[in-house]
């Protein structure tokens, strides 16, 4: 037996013909707004005079990055520091996304709430405070009397830094924890109990792996905001005797 479809039922597609113009403006708008500016930035890092309609200096600004000062031991700290804020904030945010998602904690609004406003904050303005708290004659030690030096140390170096900037970021690790938890369907894991396996056999098998690509998208993600943040850097890294690239890349061009 043949059906003809309907046009109420028939499935809308649309043509190349029809699409045409709307993706062609689209992608002349891109170029304009983001190819033409990082293509400019790139042949001026080649050469730096082309503004001016020379080509000298061919590759000069590539030969005074590697002819820096302590470059390495920069790019080392940035890149390790980027690293342990991820796992920081892996630490921190998937605990509060299980608990967002797996458990009936009251009051789960406010606390969706509370994880965007740090995400909302610049995290230059978390390391002010933390100064303000933990500094000597901070309020900490107006409050509770004179930290111990060796603890202030502790908060004043690469894993105090490093805490300041996940507390900043974790959110993001929360909320994707919650999100991937939210979509593994409830009966992988009931049939998973009836056959027999243990909670722990449960999330070794099924929870981790499904929820791996949330992990792994959101990590990156907060790696590369502690890999680009300037704030953090700036304020605490010279206080905490951490030199990190973002802010080198300040001071190097302005002094």
Known sequence: MITVASAATRPFVLSWASTRLPVLLVAALLLLGAGYPLALLFLTSIFPEIMGGRFEGFLDAYRRIGETEG???????????????????????????????????????????????????????????????????????????????????????????????ALASFGYVALA?????????????????????????????????????????????????ALSNFGVPAVLGTRANLPLLPAEIFYLVTS
């Open 177 to 225: 924890t919650e999100a991937a938890l939210a979509s593994i369907p409830r009966r992988l894991e009931t049939a998973a109990v009836q056959l027999g396996a243990s909670w722990g056999q449960t999330l070794r098998a099924i929870i981790i792996p499904l929820m791996l690509p949330a992990l792994f998208n959101s990590g990156l993600l907060v790696f590369l905001e």
């Open 71 to 165: 470059i390495g031991s920069m790019l080392w700290n940035s890149f390790a520091w980027a690293g342990a804020t991820t796992v920081v904030s892996w630490i921190l945010g998937v605990p509060c996304g299980y608990l967002l998602a797996r458990t009936n904690l009251p009051g789960k609004l406010w606390a969706r709430l509370s994880l965007l406003v740090p995400i909302m904050t610049p995290p230059y303005i978390a390391a002010l405070s933390y100064i303000l708290v933990m500094q000597d004659g901070g309020f900490f030690d107006q409050l509770l009397g004179p930290m111990p030096e060796a603890l202030r140390a502790w908060f004043f170096s690469f894993w105090g830094v490093t805490l300041v900037m």
